[in-house]
């Protein structure tokens, strides 16, 4: 097993460096003191980081690339005939996937929180990050966006906490280490690898049966498969949820551009009063399993307040872009059907005339296997704009088309039209928007070039 504590004369060569969650675990290797090489098929602004922080960064993938390695990280999306990992194979040099890699760094924090569900998981642990960061408790972070608080998405820290998103893709989060562990939400998704929500649901079980019992899980008790398993765990629990759990939410307000005010209740009694500078009902829900984790680990809850209120989003969370002829352009992520609900939602509390949406489907698999779901999710917009599926890892099977979709949104109601080309889209949008009007960029692929082309 790597022990960051003992291996730092190695030198540790990432496959993948650029991606965001490779890249903050090669930043916290530096900062450990080690030699660290990596490569990528693109530069990006993360292997320019990390070049100017020491690493040895190769653009392209060859073999001598890890020549002198004592030990390669690679990504579940570097395929089987990628040619460094066959000559790391064919030298004997010591693997890792990202996910036991983060796992071995994270068992040496014996605070670790690990912050898991089918959304919300970035800004839920901005959200605590923020927190910990205000409370002085100078933790080691790793965010699956860009946080400003720390100017980037990663910090490492010399305390015992450690919090990072924990993914379900593949079963990552089951190779971590979580002293606190998070359940936000479980949904059907990654159906490319899972079977059904059942097998997603057990996953998430086998997590959150890797916290001590001394260690707490914090589920939300308004989703049922949450709850089946905060019952079944063998560690403390706290729940949260705006009407049931140990902490909920009461007498919210909404301020003129959408951000929520509570009262935080703690089994019924009221535990102060919280302003976000994020809008949604959502958001409402995240800063609930964020002051339950700030509890427990005794925080003040006034500087919990002042931190949340302090939080304006990670890049990509509903980030506003900019404005231009009165139109205000917004960001966001969401790729699940769950999650542009609960955009649109939010969406409509923030000042508006008319609501237009560009989305780009993200994966031919979950555009399948949830396509009714995405279909009846785009109600609510005066205008939707699909973009062609972004494929990501996977090849197109023709069962499924951008087009397809586009039809079935229109029977649903919604305006909605499909354009391939981004420059096609930016000139639709230039020609129909007016003063007054919101236009959200959503997806997780590079929809929001979009925004940033009609802006400019």
Excluded: W
């Excluded at 919101?438 to 929809?447: F, K, N, S």
């Amino acid at each position: 097993m790597f022990d960051i504590y003992n291996d730092k004369n190695k030198k540790v060569h990432f496959i993948g460096i650029g991606g965001i969650s490779m890249s903050g675990l090669a930043e916290i290797l530096i900062d450990y003191g080690y030699h660290v090489s990596g490569s990528d098929r693109s530069k990006s602004k993360f292997t320019d980081k990390l070049q100017k922080l020491g690493a040895d960064i190769f653009i392209g993938h060859e073999p001598s690339h890890v020549h002198g390695a004592d030990l390669v990280v690679y990504t579940a999306a570097v395929k089987d005939d990628n040619p460094e990992l066959i000559e790391a194979k064919n030298l004997d040099i010591p693997l890792m996937d990202r996910a036991e890699f983060l796992g071995a760094i994270m068992k040496k924090f014996s605070k670790g929180i690990a912050v898991s569900g089918t959304h919300g998981k970035t800004t839920v642990t901005s959200m605590i990050s923020t927190v910990l960061l205000n409370a002085d408790l100078d933790p080691t972070i790793m965010v699956g966006g860009e946080l400003d608080a720390i100017d980037g998405n990663v910090k490492p820290g010399k305390s015992p906490y450690f919090i990072t998103e924990a993914c379900e893709y593949k079963g990552s989060f089951l190779k971590f280490y979580p002293y606190i562990g998070i359940i936000l939400n479980i949904d059907a998704d990654h159906l490319d690898y899972y079977k059904d929500i059942k097998e997603i649901h057990d996953t998430f079980f086998a997590f959150a049966d890797l916290i001590p019992k001394d260690g707490l899980l914090i589920g939300c008790a308004e989703d049922d498969r949450v709850i089946d398993i905060c019952k079944k765990v063998k560690c403390n629990t706290l729940t949260y949820g705006i009407k049931h759990g140990d902490f909920t939410a009461k007498d919210i307000v909404y301020d003129s551009k959408g951000f929520p005010s509570f009262t935080a209740c703690y089994k019924g009694e009221d535990y102060g009063r919280f302003s976000l500078s994020v809008p949604g009902e959502h958001n409402v829900l995240n800063a609930l399993s964020a002051i339950a984790c700030s509890y427990f680990l005794g925080i003040d809850k006034d500087v919990t307040a002042a931190s949340l209120k302090s939080f304006t989003g990670t890049h990509r969370r509903f980030e506003k872009k900019g404005e231009k002829n009165g139109v205000v352009v917004i960001d966001d992520y969401a790729h699940h059907p769950a999650e542009i609900i609960a955009t649109i939602k939010a969406a409509k509390n923030y000042p508006h005339k008319r609501i237009f949406c560009v989305f780009q489907p993200h994966t031919y698999t979950r555009t399948y296997t949830l396509f009714e779901d995405f279909a009846k999710a785009f109600n609510g917009l005066d205008k939707l704009i699909l973009t062609d599926i972004y494929a990501a890892r996977e090849k197109d099977t023709g069962l499924v088309s951008s087009n397809k979709l586009c039809e079935a949104v229109k029977n649903y109601g919604v305006n909605a039209v499909h354009i391939s080309s981004f420059k096609e889209i930016v000139e639709d949008l230039s020609n129909e928007l007016k003063e007054g009007d919101l236009l959200i960029t959503m997806g997780a692929g590079d929809v929001y070039l979009v925004g940033e082309d009609y802006l400019k």
